[in-house]
DNA sequence: AGCATAAACGGACTTTACCCCGCTTAGTAT
DNA sequence: ATACTAAGCGGGGTAAAGTCCGTTTATGCT
């Protein structure tokens, strides 16, 4: 008469068929990216067909097609996450919190760049927030760099949430604005521009 | 032989039956909205039947679903223009860049907290962009005061759209996330953040 | 091994946004 | 007035997202 060992918190792991469907389906998914154009491409019939499943499974998995952008990106977003929690500084810890956030600021820039096709389609009109505020991950980080500069009388989970927008409301701009147009400097610009709002807010 | 009154850049104004139908269709609209609970009860069917009118005039009109909020949210949001551009200070023009800055975010927070429904059912998926970046008005008014501010060393267009992002990301969050819970304070502590934000931002 | 049960599966079904294209009509030039 | 034309109209058609529910299967317990 055990208690169940993952006691009431967790609500019971996955089970093996589907942890295996899923990493099945997403790889399908990237090869189906891959050959065709587009993400709009990628529908969720055919993914579902092309990986040999039914189409229940592949919403059971994903809840919906945002999800599966989500979850691609969330992936491809391990090893980001490691640099940040146990890379080299300025990244990872060990340096200044003022340079962590801006290191911080430049690398995840960097990153959806790279992945802009996917951050788009991770969006989502119906299911409820967009994008940028979603990422809790970003803003868990960067509460807790902005905890470490003990900046005084500020309202600290506010500010955090301020900042995870500013950082990817111009990537989410120009990802969707101009998606082509002149590329290169972009990623320098909105660096700089970062690292500018930091110095400011933090008082550098 | 004179040329068209609309030299080439105006695409030519809506022809009056057009209006006509576009007015009408945003009226029913809102009665529909008014008397059933919820935004997604409006669907393009229904409310092509509703107003008498063929669903393919409904696109025609509006493009998208999300079209239709849109223009729902831009018609509300005449008043509110003008009061920025010619109401009374410190929203309106005469008071000193900052504090009208300050005032601006608190008149766009009330606002949007007001017609959160819409602006939710405004965001869109598919369509490029997604919402707090898009409002070219608010990026505007801001990119324009932040001139007069003189900053030194700025970028001015990026600066302007981050702080447009790092006003509408809590928003955006606070909308799609509780929806309801507490719902009061929330208003004043977004407020005082962006207050405290533009202190810092612009050296208060 | 055998059993109980909660989770997963599949795929038909429903709903809805959005497209298409032949017909009608407002605006305009003669 | 008349004729011309581009814009607007209607509503059936399509495709894709998301739901439902009866069936199958992994997993933990005895």
């Excluded at 003022?98 to 820039?109: N, Q, S, V």
């Excluded at 009109?125 to 900046?151: C, K, N, Y």
Aim: charged share 25%.
């Amino acid at each position: 008469m055990e208690r169940p060992l993952l006691p009431l918190g967790a609500p019971r792991a996955e089970r093996a068929d589907a942890a295996r469907n899923r990493r099945h389906l997403l790889a399908t998914a990237r090869t189906m990216l891959a050959e065709q154009g587009g993400a709009d491409c990628l529908t969720m019939d055919a993914l579902a067909e092309r990986a040999g499943l039914g189409k229940g499974t592949v919403f059971r998995r994903f809840g919906t097609r945002a999800g599966i952008f989500q979850a691609l990106l969330d992936d491809d977003e391990q090893a980001f996450q490691q640099q940040v929690m146990a890379g080299p500084p300025p990244l990872g810890p060990g340096a200044a919190p003022l340079d962590r956030l801006i290191a911080y600021g430049r690398a995840r820039i960097a990153f959806l760049l790279d992945h802009r096709e996917m951050a788009r389609a991770a969006l989502d009109g119906s299911l409820p927030v967009p994008a940028g505020t979603e990422t809790p991950l970003s803003r868990t980080h960067i509460r807790m760099l902005l905890g470490q500069l003990r900046l005084d009388g500020v309202d600290l989970p506010m500010l955090a949430l301020q900042l995870t927008a500013a950082l990817d409301g111009p990537l989410l701009f120009y990802l969707s604005n101009s998606d082509l147009t002149e590329s290169t400097d972009i990623q320098k610009r909105m660096t700089r521009a970062w690292e500018d709002l930091i110095q400011r807010v933090c008082g550098g």
